[in-house]
């Protein structure tokens, strides 16, 4: 009963490779999020998604894209990997895009780039 | 631009003596603050919110944190550390951006020693 959940939990692959993580959730959450964690363990906001609404965070290169099949799927595509794009992207989820409401975060997925 | 600070890298206690993990913030407008925590290959978890209100929120795990609107501090406290609560923590503002989104600060490190 994962309310929030990513997959691949581990992804390893070489530079200049297209990549896919997946993100579901099943708390009925009417937004979803995702967000890089650096190797410092700091935090950044890279997207932010609700009823066909994107917001992007203008420091995110285009290399990267959200897709939304539909409200409870939030999955991130990334271009061209980077030596850089190693880190831990974490999606969330909330009730809605207010600036009360409590976000719920997957575990995480780990990428590595060769 | 919204930011928020927590000034102390890791913080040290012995289990049962009171904790207190600092944050400050700078945001325009009312601020809308949160306490997430994180533990070990695991995402955040929610642990209290100041939305309006009384300036000392209650929170899970026996957490509480008091809200210093003229400092613009966010303190998390609790009476009687547990070594269980060893783990790191994240201050999180949300203000009038573009999509309410949070930004959070670097974080802290717990340590708690029986």
């Known amino acids: 009963d994962t309310a929030v959940s990513q997959t691949p939990k581990y992804l390893v692959t070489q530079m200049g490779n297209d990549k896919s993580i997946k993100c579901e959730q099943n708390?009925?959450?009417?937004?979803m999020y995702w967000y890089k964690q650096d190797s410092k363990k700091f935090l950044k906001i890279m997207f932010s998604?609700?009823?066909?609404?994107?917001?992007i965070n203008e420091t995110v290169p285009n290399r990267f894209s959200p897709k939304s099949p539909d409200k409870a799927h939030l999955n991130l595509h990334i271009n061209s990997l980077e030596l850089g794009d190693s880190a831990v992207y974490f999606c969330?989820?909330?009730?809605?895009?207010?600036?009360?409401?409590?976000?719920?975060f997957g575990d995480g997925t780990r990428l590595s780039i060769l | 631009a919204q930011s928020v600070a927590q000034p102390e890298d890791q913080v040290n206690v012995a289990e049962g003596n009171p904790l207190t993990v600092k944050c400050t913030y700078s945001v325009s407008g009312n601020p809308y603050l949160f306490w997430y925590v994180q533990y070990p290959n695991r995402g955040l978890q929610f642990l209290l919110k100041y939305i309006t209100g009384d300036n000392l929120v209650k929170g899970s795990y026996g957490f509480e944190a008091e809200f210093n609107k003229s400092q613009t501090s966010f303190h998390l406290k609790k009476p009687s550390a547990l070594v269980s609560d060893s783990a790191l923590y994240f201050c999180?503002?949300?203000?009038?951006?573009?999509?309410?989104?949070?930004?959070f600060g670097g974080g802290t490190r717990l340590m708690v020693k029986p």
């Open positions: 969330a989820s909330s009730q809605q895009r207010g600036r009360n409401q409590p976000q719920h």
């Open positions: 998604y609700n009823n066909k609404e994107l917001i």
């Open positions: 999180a503002v949300s203000g009038n951006n573009a999509g309410n989104m949070l930004t």
């Open positions: 708390l009925g959450h009417d937004t």
